[in-house]
């Protein structure tokens, strides 16, 4: 009896093997992108200034080992000061306006679009002009990059940008 139960216990951990593992195969993508400057420059920058009503130029390259896929660009205000794993650390303010100090925003900058990648890439210089509304409140900001492969592998980086009322000297 006590041969017969480790035979069927032996079995039924064979074919559980044989099933967990049938569905990941060495062709399967196992690698997320990249999302790495454009030779020497990429933009935006952690703690970058932007003035309100200007263009935001957006460069960075996408790579993938498979396939690209799509990529999403996001902006949010930072005036509660959270944070985002992807930083290299809080830009610091010298506006009285950067909400942290009790006032409430008025118009927060709110932008999130998605991108289509060409199909078959896997590599792509993305080079937009994103414009800058002029009555946004002036502040720090998130500027967050999502880019996504063909296999639903998800990269992200996070940089910290300003808005401000007029260029600094």
Known sequence: MKKIILALAA??????????CEGVSADKD????????????ASPLNCQGFV???????????????ELG????EV?????HHTHSTEAGECESDHDHDHGHGESPVN????????????????????????????VDEGTYHFMIRV??????????????????????
Request: charged share 20%.
């Open 52 to 66: 309100r009503g200007s263009v935001m130029q957006f460069a960075y390259l996408f790579t993938d080992n498979v």
């Open 70 to 73: 799509s990529f999403n660009i």
């Open 11 to 20: 079995s039924v951990a064979i074919i559980s093997l044989t099933f967990s």
């Open 30 to 41: 196992m690698t997320p992108p990249e999302i790495l400057p454009i030779g020497d420059y």
């Open 76 to 80: 949010h205000n930072n005036f509660d």
């Open 148 to 169: 996504t492969d063909t296999s639903g592998w998800q990269q992200l980086r996070s940089v910290g940008i300003r808005i401000l009322e007029e260029a600094e000297d």
């Open 108 to 135: 927060p900058w709110v932008f999130n679009r998605d991108y289509t990648i060409p199909a078959g890439s896997t590599s792509y210089e993305a080079r937009l002009e994103i414009p800058i509304p002029e009555d």
